[in-house]
């Protein structure tokens, strides 16, 4: 008899099964991933992107384009916008609650007592279902860090690392080398592993070499040259020139899409692409809340970054698309977060902030907001907001035609925009 009949009682349920939020660690896991018989997946191919910033886009391209390419494609990302059920998607359409529902319960029957976070249980529930539906590609992205993330327990075909920053200090140590040693754990011996940095960490070109991997580095094993309204790929086997940007805004997308064409490249003889399925994927790829222009007489931009790098990106985008008026930025954030890196790297792009509120246990209150932030900023530039929809009415009211509105620093802070339809 099923546990539970709805997904928000399975969801609700599985937020009090485990006694910590974040655990890290494969032996649980793998545990009850073994008892599924779901360790090794009947997909052609797994492609698994870990990094600080671009996994999502990462996945998203390699989605498009793989779909165009007429391939049967399924892609676990984390966390969600609106609905639990944008995490698992099978041929670019989420999963629906009946599906979700059954695999949470096949997780629960083969769980016996052991515990599972919110993550691992809704990791184990993606694998499932791509067991089940058997696609020629399963994508996964890492929810945090790699080496001891769930998704780990599945072996990649391809491991794809994007930008690595400093974030989730408490779980994966305070500089990048530290960090890129824990994302190098999702690399397999003998298995291609792809970094989309220029100038990676040293150390996460160590760890591919110590694991056996083969390394292919962005400006070494393969590379693109931007171009005004067109870019050039090249790697070890020939190139592509004259490619539609991704339709995803920012300079950084260039990147994790050359690291996307390396990953496909390598895959040519188990999964052949053509040059029109590239361009075909690479216009057509949507994610929503990564630099998510909605246009308007006050135009809005949504963007989940949350951390001093995805900031600065940002940053970027704003002043490459400047608007007549002025900037005004509702900001909610998470209490791990790095507010004074995230608000000094936008600083000069904005002219009004308001700082919110976040309905999440571990979400900074506006008043927590506004302490981080004085001294950053003058105080007549800081607006305090009871919560985020209340922040972007306000933003709303003192915007003028011309104006904009960028609300940003967490998944949560843009879920709420949304919600509130504004």
């Known amino acids: 008899m099923a546990r539970f009949q709805t997904l928000p009682q399975w969801l609700q349920w599985q937020e009090t099964l485990h006694p910590r939020e974040i655990d890290l660690g494969l032996d649980r896991v793998a545990a009850v991933a073994a008892r599924m018989g779901v360790l090794l997946l009947p997909a052609r191919v797994v492609i698994t992107v870990a990094g600080t910033n671009g996994k999502g886009s990462s996945v998203a391209m390699l989605e498009s384009i793989l779909q165009a390419a007429g391939y ?113 754990g999702i690399f397999r011996n003998g298995r291609p592993a792809i970094g989309c940095e220029v100038s990676p960490p040293v150390s996460l070109v160590q760890a591919a070499r110590q694991i056996g991997a083969h390394w292919y580095g962005l400006g070494d094993q393969y590379d693109y040259v931007p171009r005004e309204d067109c870019w050039d790929w090249n790697g070890p086997s020939g190139g592509y020139t004259d490619l539609p940007p991704p339709s995803l805004r920012g300079s950084q997308q260039l990147a994790n899409a050359a690291g996307v064409l390396m990953a496909l490249e390598l895959l040519q003889e188990r999964l052949p692409v053509s040059e029109t399925a590239i361009r075909n994927g690479l216009r057509d790829v949507v994610l929503p809340g990564r630099c998510q222009f909605v246009p308007g007489a006050v135009e809005m931009i949504l963007d989940v970054s949350h951390n ?60 927590e907001l506004d ?41 949560f802070t843009v879920a709420a925009a949304m919600a509130g339809k504004v």
């Open 72 to 184: 049967h494609v399924g892609a676990y990302t984390s966390p969600h916008l609106l609905r639990y059920n944008e995490r698992i998607r099978i041929n670019g359409r989420d999963i629906d609650d009946d599906s979700l529902c059954a695999a949470f319960q096949a997780v629960d029957d083969a769980r016996g007592e052991t515990t599972l976070s919110y993550f691992e249980f809704g990791t184990l529930a993606a694998l499932r279902l791509f067991f089940d539906a058997a696609p020629d590609v399963a994508l996964l992205e890492v929810g945090l860090g790699g080496r001891l993330d769930a998704v780990n327990i599945i072996d990649p075909d391809v491991a794809m690392v994007t930008s690595i920053g400093i974030d989730h200090v408490q779980w994966l140590g305070d500089d990048r080398e530290s960090i890129a040693r824990e994302k190098a």
């Open 308 to 367: 001093p790098h995805g900031a600065a990106c940002l940053a970027e985008v704003l002043g490459l698309s400047p608007c007549s008026g002025r900037t005004h930025l509702v900001l909610g954030m998470l209490d791990d977060k790095d507010v004074g890196g995230f608000v000094t790297a936008l600083s000069s792009a904005v002219d009004l902030w308001y700082p919110a509120s976040l309905d999440n246990p571990r979400g900074l209150s506006a008043g």
């Open 371 to 411: 302490q981080r932030m004085r001294g950053l900023l003058s105080a007549n530039r800081i607006h305090p907001c009871l919560n985020v929809p209340t922040a972007c009415r306000e933003a709303g009211e003192n915007a003028s035609a011309g104006d904009r509105i960028v609300v940003c620093g967490s998944f």
